[in-house]
T-cell receptor, first 116, second 116 residues
């Protein structure tokens, strides 16, 4: 079984400050990890993924995430937050088996609020 | 990037009506499509996994006779909510995946279903 934990329901940060949204995962094999963002009444937009390779992955809109195997974490980060980054963020995982036929398991989501 | 189109974006209808939601992959062949349901301020709940040309696999607790899924082609899957009732009101989101598991799932913009 696979699972994802996002321990913070909400993260508040001032514009221009760095932000971190936390995610830890559990999966039986090697993990494929993803971050998505959701704006009100919209679907999910893909931000970035970790499959293999460098532990620090860079994605859309200046976001990056660091894969830490020993801590089973994949925290989302951005050096300088923008008000427009305010949204709901989901971390997701699946194991490497099953090709594209296996569904992602999502965390509970973290609402990011960036104050001007 | 890959685009998934979901239609309609908003439906309001009377109790007892059946509602069909379409999910199309516009620029890639989706061997697998997933249907999710999202309650307010909650994460995505996987309802079913649909592989092209075969019967959908439903998650535990999801009524297959209530939520009919068809995936007749590599670019189209439909979810029909039969004899909808107010408790079926929710935000439904589809996603599509190609054969390669390393690629992210791409999400539609969701359908807000309101049953009166």
């Amino acid at each position: 079984a696979q699972s994802v934990a996002q321990p913070e329901d909400q993260v508040n940060v001032a514009e221009g400050n760095p932000l971190t949204v936390k995610c830890t995962y559990s999966v039986s094999g090697n993990p494929y990890l993803f971050w998505y963002v959701q704006y009100p009444n919209r679907g999910l937009q893909f931000l970035l993924k970790y499959i293999t390779g460098d532990n620090l992955v860079k994605g859309s809109y200046g976001f990056e995430a660091e894969f830490n195997k020993s801590q089973t974490s994949f925290h989302l980060k951005k050096p300088s937050a923008l008000v427009s980054d305010s949204a709901l963020y989901f971390c997701a995982v699946r194991d490497e088996g099953g090709a594209g036929r296996r569904a992602l398991t999502f965390g509970s989501g973290t609402r990011l609020q960036v104050q001007p | 990037g890959a685009v998934v189109s979901q239609h309609p974006s908003w439906v309001i209808c009377k109790s007892g009506t059946s509602v069909k939601i379409e999910c199309r992959s516009l620029d890639f062949q989706a061997t697998t499509m997933f249907w999710y349901r999202q309650f307010p301020k909650q994460s995505l709940m996987l309802m079913a996994t649909s592989n092209e040309g075969s019967k959908a696999t439903y998650e535990q607790g999801v009524e297959k006779d209530k939520f009919l899924i068809n995936h007749a082609s590599l670019t189209l899957s439909t979810l029909t909510v039969t004899s909808a009732h107010p408790e079926d009101s929710s935000f439904y989101i589809c996603s599509a995946s190609g054969l390669l598991g390393k690629q992210p799932q791409h999400f539609g913009d969701g359908t807000r279903l309101s049953i009166l």
